[in-house]
T-cell receptor
Framework: GESVGLHLPTLSVQEGDNSIINCAYS??????FIWYKQESGKGPQFIID?????DKRQGQRVTVLLNKTVKHHSLQIAATQPGDSAVYFC????????????FGSGTRLQVQP | GAGVSQSPRYKVAKRGQDVALRCDPI?????LFWYQQALGQGPEFLTY????????KSGLPSDRFFAERPEGSVSTLKIQRTQQEDSAVYLC????????????FGSGTQLSVL
């Protein structure tokens, strides 16, 4: 299949290092935030989500931090592995009356062995 | 089924041809979404169903795009008189609904209009 994100911002890290991917949002009414991983030729795969009443949420090797004051959230991946190489998208739900998620433009993570 | 299934995986159409893209959501998922993803970009919302009701079609780019989910399960996205700018990956996603917004995506249909 076609590659996803040929001209995306790229974060390059060494295997074993921690990765941080940032996402800014503009809609102060957004109440739900979510991160997806997309590998070439595949659909987005859920990683982790967080609601606006929380500041931090942890999963397996992943953490999402939400700062509503500056309208920013970040995905942290601990001990990054080659299998983490992919394009990462943040998304938000901006209006409780609208169920659809709005996606950002994505960041390519490259893990160097 | 284990996940969201989309078919065909690839579709090549001549400009002006009509196409139909199919989505089988996860069994029991109330909500179904269609997104369009251009090369190098994030998915863009097209339309949303809750069971058989199409509650939001604000993202459909023109009246050439039509989606249906007649029995609240399988959905079809139809594009009439395809144009080159319709070339993209069309992603289907489903969720449990009822406050559970976590979307599960299929692998998409890659549409190329020549």
């Amino acid at each position: 299949g076609e590659s996803v994100g040929l001209h995306l911002p790229t974060l390059s890290v060494q295997e074993g290092d921690n990765s941080i991917i940032n996402c800014a949002y503009s809609n102060s009414a957004s109440d739900y935030f979510i991160w997806y991983k997309q590998e070439s030729g595949k659909g987005p795969q859920f990683i982790i989500d967080i609601r606006s009443n929380m500041d931090k949420r942890q999963g397996q090797r992943v953490t999402v931090l939400l700062n509503k004051t500056v309208k920013h959230h970040s995905l942290q991946i601990a001990a990054t592995q080659p299998g983490d190489s992919a394009v990462y998208f943040c998304a938000e739900r901006g209006d409780t009356g609208r169920r659809a998620l709005t996606f950002g433009s994505g960041t390519r993570l490259q893990v160097q062995p | 089924g284990a996940g969201v299934s989309q078919s065909p995986r690839y579709k090549v159409a001549k400009r002006g041809q009509d196409v139909a893209l199919r989505c089988d959501p996860i069994s029991g998922h109330v909500s179904l979404f269609w997104y369009q993803q251009a090369l190098g970009q994030g998915p863009e919302f097209l339309t949303y169903f809750q069971n058989e009701a199409q509650l939001d079609k604000s993202g459909l780019p023109s009246d050439r795009f039509f989606a249906e989910r007649p029995e609240g399960s399988v959905s079809t996205l139809k594009i009439q008189r395809t144009q080159q700018e319709d070339s993209a990956v069309y992603l289907c996603a489903s969720s449990l609904g009822q406050g559970n917004e976590k979307l599960f995506f299929g692998s998409g249909t890659q549409l190329s209009v020549l």
